[in-house]
């Protein structure tokens, strides 16, 4: 079992900045994968950045420029400091992680519960 704890969303007025934080715990042997997604009302939920443990990272076309993931590998940790936030960044913000179980040494893909992330005009 692995658990991903989500913190840092909240109210934050257009053009602010806010940085996210995800630690993962529990039977981890690696972390293939670590990244972000959100889901707006009524829409489907998209990735915003994802970084692999290679150092492949990848950002949504709509944060490009204005986003930054990065990872403590020490600390089971991925951060995203998102500037510039614009109301139609106002979403749930959902960790994700590819973990490889210390248990049997399979792979197994892990949600957080979801960060509210409100940019008011």
């Known amino acids: 079992q692995v658990q991903l704890v989500e913190s840092g969303g909240g109210l934050v007025q257009a053009g602010g900045s806010l940085r996210l934080s995800c630690a993962a715990s529990?039977?981890?042997?690696?972390?293939?994968?670590m990244g972000w997604y959100r889901q707006a009302p009524g829409k489907q939920r998209e990735l915003v950045a994802a970084?692999?443990?290679?150092?492949?990272?990848n950002y949504a076309d709509s944060v490009k420029g204005r986003g930054t993931i990065s990872r403590d590998n020490a600390k089971n940790t991925v951060y995203l400091q998102m500037n510039s936030l614009k109301p139609e960044d106002t979403a749930v913000y959902y960790c994700?992680?590819?973990?490889?179980?210390?248990?049997?040494?399979?792979?197994?893909?892990?949600w957080g519960q979801g960060t509210q992330v409100t940019v008011s005009s």
């Open positions: 994700n992680a590819r973990v490889v179980d210390s248990r049997d040494r399979l792979e197994y893909n892990w």
């Open positions: 529990g039977s981890i042997f690696s972390i293939n994968a």
């Open positions: 970084a692999t443990s290679g150092g492949s990272i």
